[in-house]
């Protein structure tokens, strides 16, 4: 299995030891970026023993605009065929991010294809360009905004204090998916220590335990047997299976078909809705799949982007200033943000996406197999050869963006996909695989700045360990994580 296939001898090796090692000592995509750069950055790809298998990890613009826009040519690979019968792939299952061709068609499309109100997506041409089915047409405004105002509650009672901001925007940003996704407040910004938060936790956590990741078999053995895991799984799968049956029980009642017509409906309604079509067929199975999938794609990135861009201000205070600024002059005396005003906010926006370059929360995206031998320029990868496309590596890149370690948001002033070398920036992935969620993520986050900016103002502690740069670390084989961080709020008025 060591045998390195023919066709990718020519392509430089990346050390095996030295980015298991980072992993093992929690490294995060920044140090795993400064083991591969110099081999990325020259030839654009590099091959990795991993698993048993060679893989290519790549920062080419040309294989990743292929890989993207030949969705056949290179599908994902299901959990079950990376990691079969493991924990993870028993709890995220078949779902619209780890599924292909005309499974992912009807996940996809189920969740999507019914909603029918004027698309968010029209609002911000600038970012969305590249949308092609957005699952949040109309958009749980409300629900954004009861939640910053409870985040400023919680602030409010630290007064002054550092408060540990990840963990924070965890709480806030789990509050807001529970709801949407399938209208359970967690409520863990009241009460972090509520059962079915902990147990979610836990199982997370339980998932992206590196071990199990590198040495995906050590699994199997009884002595690592995951009895106790596997426990808080099912835990976590009887509140799904739970919400499931009850809204399944709702569909009997008119209320549910108003919701849709009103397009009010949450997107477990959404997706029992579009399982009564017979041709996007869903079992409750498979929701339950997509729930747990959801909650971990758009909570725990959301939860990254916040935090890092709080950082950010903090450690830029004539940044913090300007944005405060804007917000002030476009919002008036408004806490929230209407749509229009979100519009309005330019430099807030290109904060915003100068943030996502920097720390992109997903910095590595799922692996892909080709399906057919590939020729590209002068290697030959064979079918199945797992590709592995670097975001952090595209958007650290000299060869891609000015000065990439600094953090300068009016790179993106009179910014456009047009203009822009493409593939050069991709927090949300591109083409038909683009991020479901990414309008949805942008407005969380200009909702909640917005209400925390014109409230307060965000400062590092003197003794913080990210005084000099922010201290990543291993979340997964795709999340960016980061080491515990404490920022001050001192109101403002
Ligand atoms: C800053 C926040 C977010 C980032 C950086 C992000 C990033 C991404 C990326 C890079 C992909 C593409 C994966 C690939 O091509 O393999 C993706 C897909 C996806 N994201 Fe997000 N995401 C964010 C927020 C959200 C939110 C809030 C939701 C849901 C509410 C969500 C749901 C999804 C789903 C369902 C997919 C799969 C789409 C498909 O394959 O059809 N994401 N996301």
């Given at each position: 299995k060591f045998r390195v296939p023919e066709g990718i001898k020519n392509v430089p090796t990346l050390s095996f030891l030295k980015l298991v090692s980072a992993i093992f000592s929690n490294g995060g995509p920044d140090k795993r970026w400064e083991i591969t750069r110099?081999?990325?950055?020259?030839?654009g790809i590099g091959k990795l023993w991993f698993n048993g298998v060679w893989h290519i990890i790549t920062t080419d613009l040309e294989l990743t605009k292929d890989v993207f826009s030949k969705t056949d040519l290179y599908p994902k690979t299901s959990l079950d065929e990376s990691i079969p019968g493991s924990l993870t792939a028993n709890y995220y299952g078949t779902n619209v991010v780890f599924s292909n061709g005309d499974v992912w068609k009807r996940h996809r499309y189920g969740?999507?294809?019914?909603?029918?109100?004027?698309?968010?997506?029209?609002?911000?041409?600038?970012?969305?360009?590249h949308i092609t089915s957005p699952a949040f047409k109309s958009l749980p405004m409300h629900v954004f905004d009861e939640t910053a105002v409870k985040l400023l509650k919680v602030?409010?009672?630290?007064?002054?204090?550092?408060?540990?901001?990840?963990?924070?925007?965890?709480?806030?940003?789990l509050d807001v998916l529970g709801r949407v996704a399938f209208g359970f407040d967690f409520n863990n910004l009241e009460d972090p220590t509520n059962v079915y938060v902990t147990t979610?936790?836990?199982?997370t956590a339980e998932c992206d335990k590196p071990i199990y990741f590198i040495i995906p078999f050590i699994e199997y053995l009884p002595y690592f047997d995951r009895t106790e895991a596997r426990k808080k799984v099912a835990k976590i799968n009887e509140l799904y299976d739970g919400l499931i049956e009850t809204k399944r029980k709702s569909m009997e009642t008119e209320e549910l078909s108003k919701k849709i017509n009103n397009n009010t409906a949450d997107l477990l309604e959404c997706m029992i809705h579009a399982s009564s079509d017979p041709k996007y067929p869903m079992s409750d199975e498979e929701m339950r799949y997509n729930l747990a999938m959801f909650m971990l794609a758009g909570h725990d990135t959301t939860a990254t982007a916040l935090t890092t861009i709080l950082y950010v201000l903090a450690t830029h205070k004539?940044?913090?200033?300007?944005?405060?600024?804007?917000?002030?002059?476009?919002?008036?005396?408004?806490?929230?943000?209407?749509?229009?005003?979100?519009?309005e906010l330019k430099y807030l926006n290109m904060v915003i996406k100068e943030n996502l370059r920097l720390y992109p929360p997903v910095h590595q995206l799922p692996r892909r197999e080709n399906s057919e031998t590939i020729k590209f320029r002068n290697h030959v990868f064979l079918p199945k050869t797992p590709i592995l496309i670097n975001i952090y590596g595209i958007?650290?890149?000299?060869?891609?963006?000015k000065d990439p370690e600094e953090f300068n948001p009016?790179?993106?002033?009179?910014?456009?996909?047009?203009?822009?070398?493409?593939?050069?920036?991709?927090?949300?992935?591109?083409g038909t695989r683009t991020c479901l969620g990414n309008n949805f993520s942008l407005?969380?986050?200009?909702?909640?700045?917005?209400?925390?900016?014109?409230?307060?103002?965000?400062?590092?502690?003197?003794?913080s360990i990210h005084q000099d740069k922010l201290h990543l670390d291993h979340s997964s084989s795709t999340l960016t994580g980061l080491q515990s961080l404490h920022l001050i709020f001192k109101r403002t008025e």
């Open positions: 110099k081999v990325l950055e020259k030839e969740i999507t294809s019914h909603r029918k109100s004027i698309s968010a997506v029209i609002y911000f041409p600038l970012f969305l360009s602030i409010e009672k630290v007064d002054n204090g550092p408060l540990e901001v990840q963990d924070l925007m965890h709480r806030l940003t979610y936790q836990e199982v004539d940044v913090q200033s300007k944005a405060r600024d804007e917000i002030l002059r476009v919002l008036g005396d408004s806490l929230i943000p209407t749509i229009d005003q979100q519009r958007h650290h890149s000299p060869n891609n963006w009016e790179r993106f002033e009179n910014d456009n996909d047009e203009k822009r070398e493409q593939y050069t920036w991709l927090p949300f992935g591109s407005i969380e986050q200009r909702v909640m700045l917005c209400a925390l900016l014109r409230k307060y103002e965000v400062s590092s502690p003197t003794d």
